[in-house]
T-cell receptor, first 112, second 108 residues
Framework: DAGVTQSPTHLIKTRGQQVTLRCSPK?????VSWYQQALGQGPQFIFQ???????QRGNFPDRFSGHQFPNYSSELNVNALLLGDSALYLCASSLLGADTQYFGPGTRLTVL | GQQLNQSPQSMFIQEGEDVSMNCTSSSIFNTWLWYKQEPGEGPVLLIA?????ELTSNGRLTAQFGITRKDSFLNISASIPSDVGIYFCAGPGNKLVFGAGTILRVKS
């Protein structure tokens, strides 16, 4: 039973560029959430997708957008990258309404 | 917004010692979750708590949902080197809020 997978593992971009991160949920899960984890901090909620729509959103600007596909996989897009966007981006999957979320290994984004 | 205060910030203990850490919230939670994160990995769910006063164990780990519903505790008994990592509390549901984490180091 495959867990949550994310790609790529690492990514280096320059300021102003755009980036797309990908996530495949755990088998049987239909809901995907994205989190940003800055160095030395706990993860912060970005948004959650279910049935290909954004259901909830945290305190992140519109530069952060996402998408969910019919197979439940998801993408996180960040436009006009800033140095402060450097972080570990985590994807978590769950069943809709379930409190427990299962995390992938993350994508380490470095913005230069 | 909701805030979680997690303490202690870090611990450096001798192998075999017991460990206690706690988490408090500014608001009432219906669910408390405890995760462990190792370097280069995502958080791994250790224990989930759903009811005030609930005490749940997972091997050497025991967690409790505080009766005020604003706090939770995690204990690790007889620590071993592989317990090293960062422990996070989180809640309350779909839009998880995380504490800042407790860094645990074990001296063998």
């Amino acid at each position: 039973d495959a867990g949550v997978t994310q790609s790529p593992t690492h990514l280096i971009k320059t300021r102003g560029q755009q980036v797309t991160l990908r996530c495949s949920p755990k088998s049987g899960h239909d809901t995907v959430s994205w989190y940003q984890q800055a160095l030395g901090q706990g993860p912060q909620f970005i948004f959650q997708y279910y049935e290909e729509e954004e259901r909830q959103r945290g305190n992140f600007p519109d530069r952060f957008s996402g998408h969910q596909f019919p197979n439940y996989s998801s993408e996180l897009n960040v436009n006009a990258l800033l140095l402060g966007d450097s972080a570990l981006y985590l994807c978590a999957s769950s069943l809709l309404g379930a409190d427990t979320q299962y995390f992938g290994p993350g994508t380490r984004l470095t913005v230069l | 917004g909701q805030q979680l205060n997690q303490s202690p910030q870090s611990m450096f203990i001798q192998e075999g010692e017991d460990v206690s850490m706690n988490c408090t919230s500014s608001s009432i939670f219906n669910t408390w979750l405890w995760y462990k994160q190792e370097p280069g990995e995502g958080p791994v769910l250790l224990i989930a708590l759903y009811k005030a006063g609930e005490l749940t164990s997972n091997g050497r780990l025991t967690a409790q949902f505080g009766i005020t519903r604003k706090d939770s505790f995690l204990n690790i008994s007889a620590s071993i080197p592989s317990d090293v990592g960062i422990y996070f509390c989180a809640g309350p549901g779909n839009k998880l809020v995380f504490g800042a984490g407790t860094i645990l180091r074990v001296k063998s």
